[in-house]
């Protein structure tokens, strides 16, 4: 069994910056790949980033690319989420979460945070 925390969201404006964190407890952060993942009032939640279990590998949603870093601490047992540029559309319920392989799907996550909230104003 794994524990989830994210921490780090809130009210920024755009343009600002926010960083998140993703503190891991339970069987061995390093053994899995990590993603973000994020939910906007009213629609489906939708992949933001991943990143592989050495932290050597990443993928974006193309909404986020060039703004997003996605990366790891495996001595630490966290992962983090540094959002640059922010927009009003990232508001959202970002979530973090662990699976087996990279991936863009919500249903390949085994493991999920209880998610924290970002909201920017326009």
């Known amino acids: 069994q794994v524990t989830l925390v994210e921490s780090g969201g809130g009210l920024v404006q755009a343009g600002g910056s926010l960083r998140l964190s993703c503190a891991a407890s339970g069987r061995t952060f390093s053994s899995f790949v990590m993603g973000w993942l994020r939910q906007a009032p009213g629609k489906e939640r939708e992949f933001v980033a991943t990143?592989?279990?050495?932290?050597?590998?990443?993928t974006y949603a193309d909404s986020v690319k060039g703004r997003f870093t996605i990366s790891r601490d495996n001595a630490k047992n966290t992962g983090y989420l540094q959002m640059n540029s922010l927009k009003a559309e990232d508001t959202a319920v970002y979530y973090c979460?662990?699976?087996?392989?990279?991936?863009?799907?919500?249903?390949?996550?085994?493991?999920w945070g209880q998610g924290t909230q970002v909201t920017v104003s326009s």
């Open positions: 990143i592989i279990r050495s932290g050597g590998g990443t």
């Open positions: 979460a662990l699976g087996s392989l990279p991936s863009g799907m919500s249903r390949n996550y085994a493991y």
